[in-house]
C-alpha cells in the first residue's frame, strides 16, 4: 500500500529551511520510508542543497536520451536519491522525473505514462524579450490576489505586476510606504495561484502562455545589499518571477549584485512613488532639460547593472521615448508616459473603473465601482422584499422527510404550521414554513411574507444614472401592508418650504438629500419612491407641483386633483423630512409657465410619447432643471412607468454635467394587484374603464413573452388587443433605452422599451393612460 506524499523544502521566517508535506490534505510522514528519510523532516535542512533544490537545474536532462539507462544513472544518483526516497517526490525533480519518464517510454518504443493534463506552458522572460524584438507591443497590469490574476492571464498580458499599490487599492493604506514585505509575499502567493489556474470560459485569450509576475520589492526592503537579496529571494520563493525595484543610479549596485545572484529585476524610474515626498509629490517628472537628462542617465545605468525591464512613469513622452532610444535591447514599459516606449503597465483598478476617478493618463475601460454598487442594491432590495431567495436558490424536503420531521418537532412541542398555496398560482408559489413554539404566538402585523417569482423590473439605460431593482408579481404593498407601513415609519417632523430661499435655508442644515419630485395627489407608487430615497441618502425632500407647462390648453390643468392636506399626512407618516411646494411665481418669476428660457429635448422630437403632447417634455426638462437647481440633491428618484420622461432626465444630466453630482434612481413601475400601473388619473376611471384597464399591462406581457416575437409583432398583438377591448391606441412602441428610437420590424426585440398610450371612454368620459415594460437585454 503506497500513500501519495509530495514533500517541498520551505523557507520558515527567520530564514530557516525545512522539509514538509505540500498540501495540508497529505500526511505529515511517509508510511513506508527509512530512518534515515524520517530525519530530514525534523532536521534543518542546509542551505546550498535546499537552494538547489528549491530552484534546480535542468543540466543533467540536456544530455541525449540513449544514455538514460546507462552512465546517466549513476551521474544522477545523488540527485534522484535525495528527491526520490520510497516513491515519493518533491521538489523540482518530480518535474525531472516525468520529463525522464517519458524519455525512456521512447527510447523503449513504449507510449508515455499518462498523467494529468499539462497546463500552458510559461512565457517566460526569454518569450518576452523574443516579443519586443519582434517589435510587438508589451503589456502589463497589476493584480493583488487569485482572480485579478486568473483575468489578467486570460486576458493574454505579457506581464503581470503585483505592485505596492496593494496598499492604496486593496488594504486601504494612504500610500504604498506602509506596505510590508509580509503583504507582498500573501499578495504575490495569491497571484502565482491565479495565473497558474486554468483560465476563466470567457477568457479572450484562454490559450496564451502563462505571463511572467513581476513583485515589487516594498519600501524599506532594498536599503541594504544583504537585507535585498534576502527579501528579493523571498518574494522569488512566493511565486515571483522577477522583482522590481524603485530608483535609477542610487540602485544600479543593488541591481547588479540581485543580477549576479540570478534573480532578474525590473528598473522603475521617473516618478517613484515610493520616494515622491523628495521629488515633490505626485506629479509629472522630467520637465525640464535637466531633469530629463538624469532620468535617461538613471536608465542606461541600470541597464547596464543588469536590469532585464524598465519601468518609466509619469514623463513627457518625448522624455520616455529618449530613455528607450538610449537603453538598448531593454523593453522600457511606460505607464504616464507616452505610447513611444516598448508597452505599457495600468493599474487593474483604474483599467476597471473600480475607485471612481482615474489619473488623467489612464483610459477608463469599464465602470465597475457603478456594476457592483448597483449589484448590491439589487441584493439588498431583493432580501428585504423576500424576493430572494426564490424557488429556484432554495432546494426542498422530500414530503415524506418533511411528514417525519413535522412529527418529530411536535414530540418535542414545537408545531410547523403547513404551508398556504395560492391556487391561482401554485406553480410560483413557495410554501413557507413557519416553525413556532407552542403556545401560539401572534402573528406580526405584517403577516407571513409571500414569496412570488420576479416577473419585471429595472431597465439601467446605457450611459445613465440608473439603479435598477426587481420586482414581484402584482403589487408590492396592498393597502394593508401600506397602512402598516404607515403606522410603523419613524416619525419625523415634516418641514413644508415655499419659497427657493426656505429650500436653501434647509439645505445648509441637513447632508446628502434623495429628491423626489411629483405633481402630488399621492398614491401608494408615489411612497414606494420615498421609500426607494431613503436608502440612498441622510435626507428625503418630496416636491409638490402642478407644472403649468406640462399641460396643454386642452388638457386637464384645471382638473387635475390637488390634496395639499392629505399628500402631507402620508409623507410625514412616510418619514419625508422636507415638502417643499412652491407658486407658480416662485417657479416662473419672470412671465410665467413657461418661462423665457426653456430646456428642449430635441432627441426626443416627434418620438412616441412626445409626438402625442408635444409640449410636455420641454415642461418636464425645464421644471426639473429649476428644481435639481433650487434642491441641489444627491440623488434623484423617478418611477419607471414615465420611460421617456426618464430618459429625458437622464440626458439632461448628462448634458448639463450634472451626473457627477446627482445620482438618478428608476423605481420600477408600481402597480394594483391585477397589474395596472397606478397613477393619479387613475381617479378618472369610471367601473367600465377601471375593469378593462388592467388589459393593457397583461397585453403588453403576452405580446413580448411569445415565442419569436420582434418589435414588429409586438406592435401588431398589442394594438389588436387593446382595440378589440375598445380602447383608443394611440401609439405602441419598441424603443431603444437610450434615444428612444424605433427599432425597425424585424430587429431583435432584446433591450427595447415597450412602451403604450391609450385613450379609455365611457359615457361620456375619457382617461388617458400609459404604460411599459422592459425587455432586457
Known amino acids: 500500500m503506497s500513500v501519495a506524499l509530495v514533500a517541498n523544502i520551505r523557507r520558515l521566517p527567520g530564514g530557516l529551511l525545512v522539509k514538509a508535506p505540500k498540501s495540508q490534505n497529505m500526511p505529515a510522514l511517509p508510511i513506508f520510508t527509512t530512518l534515515d528519510n524520517y530525519a530530514t523532516y525534523f532536521d534543518p535542512w542546509p542551505k546550498k542543497r535546499a537552494e538547489f533544490l528549491l530552484y534546480g537545474s535542468r543540466r543533467l536532462l540536456h544530455t541525449t536520451v540513449a544514455g538514460m539507462h546507462s552512465s546517466q544513472q ?8 535525495d528527491n526520490l526516497v520510497d516513491g515519493v517526490v518533491y521538489g523540482p525533480a518530480l518535474a525531472e522525473a516525468k520529463l525522464e519518464s517519458n524519455a525512456v517510454a521512447a527510447v523503449q518504443g513504449q507510449p508515455p505514462p499518462k498523467s494529468a493534463k499539462m497546463t ?42 503585483v505592485g505596492d499599490s496593494l496598499g492604496n487599492c486593496r488594504l486601504g493604506l494612504p500610500d504604498t510606504v506602509g506596505v510590508t514585505m509580509e503583504d507582498m509575499v500573501r499578495a504575490i502567493s495569491a497571484v502565482r ?111 547596464v547593472a543588469g536590469a532585464k525591464i524598465i519601468v518609466i512613469e509619469c514623463v513627457p513622452t518625448e522624455v520616455a521615448r529618449a530613455v528607450q532610444a538610449t537603453v538598448h535591447g531593454v523593453p522600457v514599459i511606460g505607464i504616464g508616459a507616452g505610447c513611444g516606449v516598448s508597452g505599457q503597465v495600468v493599474v487593474c483598478d483604474d483599467l476597471l473603473g473600480m475607485h471612481g476617478a482615474v489619473p488623467s493618463f489612464v483610459k477608463k475601460y469599464a465602470d ?26 432554495s432546494r426542498r424536503m422530500h414530503a415524506d422527510e418533511f411528514t417525519q420531521m413535522c412529527a418529530l418537532l411536535q414530540q418535542d412541542g414545537f408545531q410547523v404550521q403547513p404551508p398556504a398555496v395560492d391556487k391561482t398560482n401554485a406553480e410560483e408559489t413557495v410554501p413557507n414554513h413557519s416553525l413556532r413554539k407552542q403556545p401560539e404566538l401572534p402573528v406580526g402585523l405584517l403577516g407571513p411574507m409571500e414569496n412570488r417569482k420576479p416577473r419585471h423590473g429595472m431597465l439601467e439605460l446605457t450611459g445613465g444614472h440608473f439603479v435598477p431593482w426587481s420586482r414581484t408579481r402584482g403589487a408590492q404593498l396592498s393597502s394593508v401592508r401600506t397602512m402598516t407601513r404607515l403606522t410603523l415609519a419613524t416619525q419625523v417632523k415634516l418641514q413644508v418650504l415655499h419659497t427657493g430661499e426656505q429650500v436653501r435655508e434647509w439645505r445648509e442644515t441637513v447632508g446628502q438629500v434623495a429628491f423626489v419630485p411629483t405633481m402630488g395627489n399621492l398614491h401608494d407608487g408615489h411612497l414606494e419612491l420615498v421609500d426607494e430615497a431613503k436608502k440612498h441618502a441622510d435626507k428625503v425632500l418630496v416636491s409638490i407641483f402642478v407644472n403649468p407647462s406640462q399641460f396643454a390648453e386642452h388638457e386637464d390643468l384645471d382638473r387635475y386633483p390637488r390634496t395639499i392636506d392629505r399628500d402631507l399626512e402620508l409623507l ?206
Open 368 to 393: 465597475l465601482e457603478r456594476v457592483v454598487a448597483e449589484a448590491y442594491s439589487l441584493y439588498l432590495a431583493d432580501v428585504r422584499r423576500g424576493n430572494f431567495p426564490a424557488a429556484e436558490h
Open 572 to 777: 410625514q407618516a412616510r418619514g419625508v423630512h422636507a415638502v417643499f411646494a412652491p407658486s407658480v411665481d416662485d417657479l416662473y418669476p419672470f412671465g410665467g409657465s413657461p418661462g423665457g428660457t426653456v430646456v428642449d429635448p430635441r432627441f426626443v422630437k416627434g418620438k412616441s410619447e412626445d409626438a402625442c403632447r408635444p409640449h410636455f417634455f420641454t415642461g418636464v426638462a425645464t421644471v426639473c432643471l429649476k428644481l435639481f437647481n433650487l434642491c441641489t440633491p444627491s440623488v434623484v428618484v423617478f418611477g419607471q412607468k414615465d420611460a421617456m420622461q426618464c430618459a429625458v432626465i437622464s440626458r439632461m444630466l448628462d448634458d448639463f454635467f450634472l451626473s457627477s453630482r446627482i445620482t438618478m434612481v428608476i423605481a420600477a413601475t408600481s402597480r394594483e394587484e391585477d397589474g395596472l400601473a397606478r397613477s393619479s388619473r387613475n381617479s378618472y376611471l369610471t367601473p367600465s374603464m377601471r375593469k378593462a384597464a388592467p388589459s393593457i399591462y397583461a397585453s403588453l406581457m403576452d405580446a413580448t413573452q411569445a415565442p419569436d416575437a420582434t418589435p414588429g409583432s409586438v406592435r401588431q398583438v398589442v394594438r389588436e388587443l387593446l382595440e378589440h377591448e375598445g380602447m383608443v391606441v394611440s401609439y405602441v412602441s419598441v424603443a431603444d433605452p437610450r434615444e428612444m428610437s424605433e427599432k425597425s420590424d424585424d430587429d431583435a426585440l432584446a433591450n427595447s422599451i415597450v412602451s403604450i398610450a391609450c385613450l379609455l371612454e365611457d359615457s361620456g368620459k375619457r382617461c388617458r393612460l400609459i404604460d411599459n415594460i422592459i425587455v432586457p437585454a
Open 193 to 303: 495561484r491565479g495565473v497558474d489556474a486554468s483560465t476563466p470560459p470567457s477568457s479572450g485569450a484562454p490559450n496564451s502562455p502563462k505571463p511572467v509576475i513581476v513583485g515589487d520589492m516594498p519600501f524599506g526592503s532594498y536599503l541594504v545589499k544583504n537585507k535585498t537579496l534576502q527579501n528579493a529571494t523571498s518574494l522569488r520563493v512566493a511565486g515571483a518571477d522577477m522583482v522590481k525595484l524603485e530608483g535609477g543610479r542610487s540602485v544600479a549596485p543593488l541591481v547588479k549584485a540581485l543580477t549576479g545572484a540570478g534573480i532578474a529585476v525590473v528598473g522603475h524610474i521617473g516618478l517613484e512613488p515610493q520616494h515622491s515626498l523628495l521629488q515633490g509629490g505626485l506629479k509629472l517628472q522630467g520637465t525640464t532639460a535637466q531633469a530629463a537628462l538624469e532620468i535617461v542617465r538613471d536608465a542606461q545605468a541600470l541597464a
Open 120 to 161: 500552458t506552458r510559461a512565457l517566460g522572460l526569454a518569450g518576452v524579450l523574443k516579443r519586443f524584438h519582434d517589435g510587438r507591443k508589451l503589456t502589463m497590469v497589476t493584480a493583488y490576489d487569485f482572480p485579478s490574476a486568473r483575468m489578467a492571464r486570460g486576458a493574454g498580458v505579457e506581464l503581470v505586476l
Open 74 to 81: 549513476q551521474q544522477k544518483s545523488t540527485f534522484m536519491d
